[in-house]
Each structure stands twice: as structure tokens, then as C-alpha cells.
């Protein structure tokens, strides 16, 4: 049976890094240094992450700027909490020093969302204020089309640079393949908690996606793909399954345009 951990337990209950499973065959080993492969991102870089905190200013989720008002993110990192007990955190590279502070007014976790499965994890938050644009933060655009096996996929996070280590001061950035849902089932073993709502990613033993946040945004050529979801303990050979935005642009047009409801 698999089992799901959290990296850490903060404040209010928030989830921080992404969630993890466990194989039947899987053997935890040591982990040294920054086994993941990583590095630290430049300012302006990916100017549309965001550090989803708590009040008191602790780091708990990853998020994406899809346009002045809204931010998307994983489910399981906002599912029944108070909007009034998030902050975001724009325009920066290090989580403890942002550029501008936000704060949420409504939580949009999707109808079917489903825990532990992980089906439709997907959440948007609406700000109380617009974000005010610059060199440092931006809004990111929505994908028109399915990518292709291969594909490069660029993912950014202050998740842990190894299994239950801290979280980094300065955002990470790796470098990823978009793995196709067929190829990604198999790999897995025909996981049922894996469905076509996933994207996957995957590159070699001793990278992957402990370093994004749950929630955190994952980029190809300009374009949102994919929001941290969740994957086998840090980078150890197996894909890491993310929301795909393209395969939920409908809801997240619908959400923001104000004609259907599924929020807190």
C-alpha cells in the first residue's frame, strides 16, 4: 500500500514541497548534498513564482501569477484553509525578502477534487488587490496546445534540495522532459491515482521535483504547463506527475470569469 508523506508540517496545517509516494520495491537510502540537481535561480527569472505563506511569513506552497488577481496552485496546498490565513509572496528569489506582498480573498479548490487520490488537485486563489507588474513579477500565459514526448520543461521552487531537508533561501531551478500519460502509467504501473488530468515529467536518477513546492509552476517555450502535484521520494528514478493546466484550461477560464463556483 502506498503511503503519503509530507515533507514538513507547518503552520495551520499547510503542506510544504510536494507529496510523496512510495513504490513497493522502493529502498530509502542516504541522500548528500544537493542530490536533485538544481541551482539557483537569477532574479527575473521565472517572474511569475510565487511563495504562498502564512501570516506569520512561513514558506508553505509554490504558486504561479496568472494574471493581476489570480494565482494558481495545487489543491492539497489550499484545500480547506482560510483564505484569510494566506499570504503571497512576488517579484523574488529569496521567500523571506519579497518585493511585494499579497493577500487572498476566495479559495477555488476544484469541485472533484479528491485526497489522498490526488485527482483534480488544482486550486486558484483570488487576491484581494491586483498585483502591480514590473521587471520582477509578471503574469504567465495558459498553454493552446498538448507538448510533445521530450518536450523541455523548466521547474522553479523552494522545495527541499534533498528528502526532508530545508527549504533554500533562494529559488531553485532544474530543467526537465515532458514525459507522455501513456509512458508515465507504464513507469508507474498503471498507477490509478495517476489520470489523464496529470502531466509528467522526468529526466535521470538524482533530479526531479523536490525542488518545486506543490503548487509550483512548471514553464515550456513561455507557457504554464503544469503544477506540482506530487512523485516518488526526490528524484530516484521514477516521473514526477504535476496538474496540467492545458487539460484544465476550461475550468480555470470558467473560475476566473466568475461563471461557475467551487470555492471557500
Known sequence: MKVFLLLALLLCAHAEAKLLKYPKNYVKGPFEGRVVGGTNATLGQAPYQVSLQTWYGSHFCGGAIINENWIATAGHCVVNTDPESIMVATGTVE????????????????????????????????????????????????????????????????????????????????????LPHKSCKEMHDDDPDLDVGHMCTYTKYGEGACHGDSGGPLVNNGKLVGLVNWGMPCAVGYPDAHASTYFYTDWICRVTSGTTKCFS
Open 95 to 178: 521567500w523571506q525578502k519579497p518585493n511585494a506582498t499579497y493577500y487572498a480573498s476566495s479559495i477555488h479548490v476544484h469541485c472533484r477534487y479528491n485526497n489522498p487520490s490526488s485527482h483534480n488537485d488544482i486550486a486558484l486563489i483570488r487576491l484581494n488587490s491586483s498585483i502591480v507588474f514590473n521587471d520582477r513579477t509578471q503574469p504567465i500565459a495558459l498553454p493552446t496546445e498538448q507538448m510533445k514526448e521530450g518536450d523541455e520543461v523548466i521547474l522553479t521552487g523552494w522545495g527541499s534540495t534533498e528528502l526532508y531537508g530545508d527549504t533554500p533561501d533562494n529559488l531553485q531551478i532544474i530543467y526537465l522532459k515532458y
